[in-house]
């Protein structure tokens, strides 16, 4: 958080984004950006004395016809909060799941639908979850806690908990956060994704191996029965029989079918849409790896 170098980076990264010349709960945008003004930053950083400003309380219309809260933070507040991206980024995506595409630089709807078309053959049970307010429901006690697992400078967590209870402004009235990380920061969906790992890591340590089981399906007992009886017609030359009875087979599985599990996980969580299967190859589809979609000390992001 002291390395210069990082704040020009940010700074490139976010100066020609349409909310660059937005104000927040000030009149502060990029027009008066200078490298004085980051000097500032990093000299506040170092004795702790940098404060987020509330951001400004805006609404936007949804799809379905509510609105969606916004919030619009100071320009001093957006460059922080980008070099914060950048070094958790650095920490957490090489731990994320090879399954997770959401807010992941490279991946997205079109990856997550490409692996679907590729991996989830033979599907045989799946979890669908709606994960309604994503970003409003993040608990402000279990996401420090979550950070704390990796990133052991409790400077850089205590700047984090500051600026998830920076609260907002409405109509000039200022209002605590009591959960949720910033709508509308660049930070919040880093941080969603590394809130919801730990939901990724349980589905893939404990559901999926729990409900996938087996090298094969069940023989079907009624098809047994039937081809059993088609083998003995033919030793018999009945040829009239054996076909009847090989009309009557095509009318069962060869194996018994599973029971789908589908269950809808409710989680504090924008309307995000999550879901688990477990694939394989036919007529064995266990063989595979169920599709899906994370300790140990890090250094200090302040050096």
Excluded at 37 to 49: L, T, V
Excluded at 108 to 128: N, P, S
């Amino acid at each position: 958080m002291f390395n210069k170098s990082l704040y020009l980076l940010a700074y490139g990264r976010i100066y020609s984004n349409q909310g660059a010349m937005t104000p927040g709960a000030c009149d502060e945008t990029a027009d008066g950006m200078s490298e004085g003004k980051i000097e500032e930053i990093i000299a506040a950083m170092r004795g702790e004395r940098y404060r987020f400003a509330p951001a400004r309380r805006a609404y936007i219309p949804k799809k379905n016809g509510k609105l969606r809260p916004l919030g619009l933070p100071s320009w001093s507040d957006k460059l922080v909060g980008e070099v914060v991206r950048l070094l958790l980024e650095a920490y957490y995506e090489p731990t994320f799941s090879g399954h997770s595409h959401g807010f992941r630089k490279g991946r997205g709807c079109h990856t997550a639908l490409r692996e679907v078309q590729e991996t989830w053959t033979g599907t045989v049970w799946f979890i669908e979850g709606d994960i309604s307010d994503c970003f409003g429901g993040t608990d402000h006690e279990i996401l420090p806690g979550i950070l704390a697992e990796k990133i052991r400078d409790n400077r850089f967590l205590r700047l984090i908990r500051n600026m998830l209870k920076a609260g907002y402004m409405e109509d000039w009235q200022y209002h605590e956060t009591l959960s949720g990380t910033p709508q509308g920061g660049v930070v919040s969906p880093v941080l969603s994704n590394i809130y919801l790992h730990k939901l990724d890591e349980f589905v893939e340590r404990e559901l999926i191996p729990q409900h996938t089981r087996g090298n094969s399906r069940k023989v079907n007992r009624e098809y047994s029965r039937l081809a059993r009886r088609r083998q003995d017609a033919r030793r018999r030359g009945d040829r009239a029989g054996a076909r009847e009875l090989a009309r009557q087979m095509r009318t069962f599985p060869t194996a018994t079918r599973p029971t789908p599990a589908t269950v809808a996980c409710a989680t504090p969580g924008t309307q995000t849409t999550t879901s688990w299967v477990s694939s394989g190859r036919r007529p064995k589809p266990n063989r595979s790896r169920p599709g899906w979609r994370r300790s140990c000390r890090r250094p200090s992001p302040w050096n």
